[in-house]
């Protein structure tokens, strides 16, 4: 059972324009939801991270749109660059026992075209 | 600080074979992972520890054995390889449920 479901598989965005990628969820357990970036041939980055009390968190050109009752969240990315050309997975969580167990979205391979 | 490191980067094996892939960080963390990546699955947890000396169960921990011997060190070990096992993986500590930080990468190929 997909525990996060991630869309869309691929983006390709000219420079300057926005980036949007979409995250569904199924258990209202979850308590935190985080978005890693991920550049070919390294490990995944924390990018920017929400959690269920807030309906919007915005970090830079980088901003998460959270709906609580449509269980979806979304990361926005403003004035995109060729750098921020990379692989974009969202993640969710909830606290089980003592450890934060992350199930990740299936990843958007971003593309900004210069 | 290197943070997050991972021996091999490469590795080849064929069915039956096992190996052990070590992970280590120097940021003193108590929480560490492992993941394996796969194309159009994202990352799925197989093992993960919350102190030294602790293990637990991930997603997929079939066919994987892990062990945490030092707080700075987490060994994930394959008995015997097989090609279904063909993954790149990734292991990542944290401060108790804090972010988590990940290394490199270790890319293995099963024939």
Not at chain 1, 3 to 21: A, E, Y
Not at chain 1, 34 to 60: C, M, T
Not at chain 2, 37 to 50: A, C, K, N
Request: with cysteine; net charge positive; charged share 15%.
């Amino acid at each position: 059972q997909q525990q996060v479901k991630q869309s869309p598989q691929s983006l390709i965005v000219q420079k300057g324009g926005i980036s949007i990628i979409n995250c569904a969820y199924e258990n209202t357990a979850f308590d935190y939801f985080p978005w890693y970036q991920q550049f070919p041939g390294k490990g995944p980055a924390l990018l920017i991270a929400i959690r269920p009390d807030v309906s919007e968190k915005k970090e830079g050109r980088f901003t998460i749109s959270f709906n609580k009752s449509a269980k979806q969240f979304s990361l926005h990315i403003m004035d995109s660059q060729p750098g921020d050309s990379a692989t974009y997975f969202c993640a969710v969580s909830f606290s089980s026992g003592s450890a934060r167990q992350l199930t990740f979205g299936s990843g958007t391979q971003l593309t900004v075209l210069p | 600080n290197a943070g997050v490191t991972q021996t091999p980067k490469f590795r080849v094996l064929k069915t039956g074979q096992s190996m052990t892939l070590l992970c280590a960080q120097d940021m003193n963390h108590e929480y560490m992972y492992w993941y394996r990546q796969d194309p159009g699955m994202g990352l799925r947890l197989i093992h993960y520890s919350v102190g030294e000396g602790t293990t637990a169960k991930g997603e997929v921990p079939d066919g994987y054995n892990v062990s945490r011997l030092k707080k700075q060190n987490f060994l994930l070990g394959l008995e015997s390889a097989a090609p279904s096992q063909t993954s790149v993986y990734f292991c990542a500590s944290s401060y108790r449920r804090g972010e988590q930080y990940f290394g490199p990468g270790t890319r293995l190929t099963v024939t």
